[in-house]
């Protein structure tokens, strides 16, 4: 045996690509998962293909999920991965734009034929050539043949082995970046449990493209990155959709209000409805409703009824939502609306991520309409945008629209579990005091009406959708609507109380600021983090609270020359800006393409600027 060569990288980003069904989802994910136990801090990305289900071998039915991980702290999953693992040439040819300069390609030779060539749409015998890929390292592994080899003995037929030809990639990359395979085992065995047969079936095939790594050394080296230092507790890896719901969870409990989610399944939200689904014990009630306006409705009927209300969707089922989301603002019922974006308008593209239902969120309603308006900026701190919507929606009694993105959703994270003890109360505004009670009286501070449901004797009432006078009364007084939609507009001002200030990372001062919100924020706080090292001065305000917006953010602008807006859609935070905070010169910076922003293009963006 040769002497491995081994390569010490402080973060590396590795790219798992194949058709839809070769298992590339279920192998990043154990891949990230056992880097994550083994201390790295990590970034995902899963890039579902947007069609069901794309005939095999072609470029439309291509599967990745990228995965950067590292000894310090990560906050994207890389802009290029310096390994792509490829199990046909489509994945080769749909991914190659996403490699670094002088990456490592590992591929299953096995498909490298004329068959899958023409599939992927390829004109010659040679795709490298096709696609200029002369710098790369290119491994071919026989992952097909061999998979078929290990297994020849167990009886199976093709179909079942091919199945789990993902495990051997994911043995040879695990061997490449020093991960053991305790965990990934373990997973197989609990989740196969019942099925021996499959458990041998994937660990043989793990093992072998282990230890076909040890035989491959000649051809790589091995790769070394050490743990991150990370404050102790407690952590697991977790999505955006699995922190939402558990945020909505931990403010259930919290506030003493029962959970309910009512719900209509959509791209790439629906996996909320199912983590909550899953939590009965903790007293979660779902409903998966038969359309988008039976979700938000039975959600709002069962915040009439003292619960804790939720409704989940995505762009398309939102805006179906706008009438019931109408209908809460004039009840003044607590609800949280959790809008997964992506790709838009229409269908769009389901599966891909998009920052463009902001002005919807904000002035998607008919009349006088106002809500609060949040937004997450990472999967893990999903978990606490989540709790915080809960909060004030349950103390404000106002609707919260909570916007994360396919990107937050689908990508995942370490994450560090608080304890409840550390999370701030939550304390509904239940109406005690029947003698003075009456439906639309208000406290003089926020301005938020007093919460009562049918069963509490003494506090029968009406609410609706028509206007009302204090005493839920129908009022046609044009004076009566002046003021009352005056008073919801200050209503959800006042919550600013809530908001914290904005803060500045950088110079608190200087030439440009670059502003971000959501779901950006892991690559511009990198860009930031970047230019500052090559001594550039510039700095960041990312947002979390867009309506109302931090009380400090007037103050803040007006210390910079420009300030560039970036944002994934074409423009609409910008012009929002431009509305409430005028007077100050705004740039834009915007992409459209279904995929998040690279640092790299930040950057040039920012130095653009910088320059001008």
Not at 52 to 74: K, L
Not at 172 to 178: A, E, I, S, T
Not at 393 to 404: C, D, F, G, K, Y
Not at 497 to 503: C, Q
């Amino acid at each position: 045996m040769k002497e491995t060569k081994v390569v010490e990288l402080d973060e590396v980003a590795i790219r798992f690509s194949g058709d839809s069904g070769d298992g590339m989802q279920l192998t990043g994910t154990l891949f990230s998962d056992a880097s994550a136990l083994l201390g790295n801090d990590i970034a995902t990305f899963p890039d579902y293909p947007a069609e069901i289900r794309a005939p095999q071998g072609t470029v439309g039915g291509v599967s990745g999920f990228q995965v950067q991980f590292g000894r310090r702290e990560i906050n994207t999953p890389g802009d290029y991965a310096h390994v792509l693992v490829a199990m046909n040439p489509a994945a080769v040819k749909a991914n190659a734009k996403f490699m670094k300069p002088g990456g490592t390609i590992i591929y299953d030779e096995d498909t490298f034929n004329e068959k899958h060539f023409q599939k992927a749409g390829f004109t010659t015998g040679d795709p490298f050539t096709e696609l200029k890929l002369f710098d790369y390292v290119r491994i071919g592994v026989p992952i097909t043949s061999l998979t078929q080899e290990s297994l020849k003995d167990l009886g199976l037929d093709n179909k079942s082995i091919l199945r789990s030809k993902n495990m051997f990639a994911l043995g040879l990359v695990c061997w490449m970046f020093n991960r053991p395979l305790d965990y990934i085992q373990e997973y197989i065995t609990s989740k196969f449990g019942k099925k021996p047969l499959v458990v041998e079936t994937n660990l043989r095939v793990l093992h072998a493209g282990y230890n076909y790594g040890m035989n491959l050394q000649h051809m790589t080296p091995q790769y070394l990155v050490h743990p991150a230092r990370i404050e102790p507790g407690l952590y697991r890896n977790i999505n955006g959709n699995q922190a939402t719901a558990w945020g909505l969870l931990a403010a259930s409990e919290k506030s003493g209000r029962p959970l309910f989610a009512g719900s209509y399944p959509i791209t790439p939200a629906t996996e909320i409805l199912q983590v909550l689904s899953e939590h009965k014990e903790l007293g979660a009630k779902t409903f998966q409703a038969e359309d988008e306006i039976a979700g938000i409705a039975t959600s709002l009927g069962a915040s009439f009824a003292g619960h804790l209300a939720v409704t989940t969707t995505s762009g398309p089922g939102f805006a179906l939502k706008s009438e019931a989301i109408g209908l809460a603002v004039m009840a003044e019922l607590p609800l949280v609306v959790v809008n997964v974006q992506r790709g838009g308008p229409s269908t769009g593209l389901p599966t891909k991520t998009e920052q463009s239902d902001l002005l919807q969120a904000l002035y998607g309603r008919n009349g006088e309409s106002p809500v609060v308006v949040i937004a997450a900026s990472t999967p893990s701190d999903c978990f606490w945008f989540a709790y915080q919507a809960a909060k004030i929606a349950l103390e404000r009694m106002v609707p919260v629209i909570l916007l994360t993105d396919g990107f937050l959703g689908n990508g995942s994270e370490p994450w560090k579990i608080p304890a409840m003890a550390d999370l701030p109360e939550i304390h509904p505004r239940i109406a005690l005091q029947k003698e003075e009670y009456q439906p639309y009286r208000r406290d003089g501070e926020t301005l938020a009406r007093w919460w009562a449901w049918p069963g509490m004797e003494g506090f029968a009432h009406r609410i609706g959708g028509l206007e009302k006078n204090i005493a839920g009364n129908v009022s046609h007084d044009p004076d009566n609507h002046q003021k009352n939609c005056e008073i919801r507009e200050a209503k959800v001002q006042k919550v600013v109380d809530l908001v914290p200030d904005l803060e500045v990372c950088g110079d608190p001062e200087g030439e440009v600021l670059l502003v971000s919100w959501g779901g950006t924020f892991g690559h511009s706080i990198s860009t930031i983090r970047e230019l500052r090292k090559q001594g550039k001065k510039v700095s960041l305000a990312h947002f979390n609270y867009i309506k109302p917006l931090p009380a400090n953010t007037a103050e803040v602008f007006s210390r910079f020359k420009k300030i560039l807006v970036c944002e994934i859609n074409l423009g609409q935070f910008v012009a929002y800006l431009r509305d409430k905070i005028p007077g100050n010169t705004y740039y834009q910076y915007n992409k459209v393409k279904g995929l998040p922003f690279t640092v790299q293009e930040l950057e040039e963006a920012v130095i653009k600027h910088l320059e001008a």
